[in-house]
């Protein structure tokens, strides 16, 4: 079967650094997204990581390893507008999208 | 540019009706997709267009159905409404030239059915 595990809910402090993990399994791989998606809103696009590394962009960074089946999302400097949930999506044999139930994470000043 | 729009924005349904959720894109996409999202769950997809005139079940199509007649519009019918299909409603779209094309979501419907 194909599985997706984030943990539920992560807080850290304005300003920190923090890393949110996502392992996954699935029935082939091609590509792993992340999404942030505030409370109400719609998810939006943060990454795309294809290669096994680090893939920077700003005060964001996302991490994959195929052979493990493991990628992580780093936050750096964090500011209050970084609340929200952060969703794990790697894309399938399909080309489908199979998504994590998103990690909420919850930043005090 | 609007991006992607869905209507309504909310909507309360009695158990039995049936009811239609508009989505509609102007970036010319050629790929959409219906999600829900339920607390505690990922989003799971409903069912998916690659293009006009063509559609496709995904993981939890039972209950709704869909048309794409054109490149804009892609609505999600549910023919008689039952509780369980209380959620939140994403309609998304994709260029659609790679099967690894970011998707853009519109704002969602919430429904709630009684």
């Known amino acids: 079967g194909q599985n997706i595990d984030q943990p539920t809910e992560m807080t850290a402090t304005e300003g920190a650094i923090v890393q949110i993990n996502c392992t996954y399994q699935t029935s082939g791989f091609n590509g792993l997204f992340w999404y942030q998606q505030h409370a109400g809103e719609a998810p939006t696009f943060l990454s795309y990581n294809v290669l096994d590394g680090l893939e920077e962009k700003g005060r964001f960074s996302s991490f994959l390893s195929r052979s493990k089946g493991y990628s992580y999302l780093l936050l750096k400097e964090l500011q209050m507008k970084d609340s929200a949930s952060y969703l794990c999506?790697?894309?399938?044999?399909?080309?489908?999208?199979?998504w994590g139930a998103g990690t909420k994470l919850i930043i005090k000043p | 540019t609007a991006g992607i729009t869905q209507a309504p924005t909310s909507q309360i349904l009695a158990a039995g009706r049936s009811m239609t959720l508009r989505c509609t894109q102007d970036?010319?996409?050629?790929?959409m997709y219906w999600y829900r999202q339920d607390l505690g769950l990922g989003l799971r997809l409903i069912h998916y267009s690659n293009t006009a005139g063509t559609t496709g079940k995904g993981e939890v199509p039972d209950g709704y159905s869909v048309s794409r007649a054109n490149t804009d519009d892609f609505p999600l019918t549910l023919a008689s409404a039952v509780p369980s299909q209380t959620s939140v409603y994403f309609c998304?779209?994709?260029?659609?030239?790679?099967?690894?094309?970011?998707?853009?979501f519109g704002p969602g419907t919430r429904l709630t059915v009684l």
């Open positions: 999506a790697p894309l399938d044999s399909n080309y489908q999208l199979i």
């Open positions: 970036m010319r996409h050629n790929a």
């Open positions: 998304a779209s994709s260029d659609g030239t790679s099967g690894t094309d970011t998707q853009y």
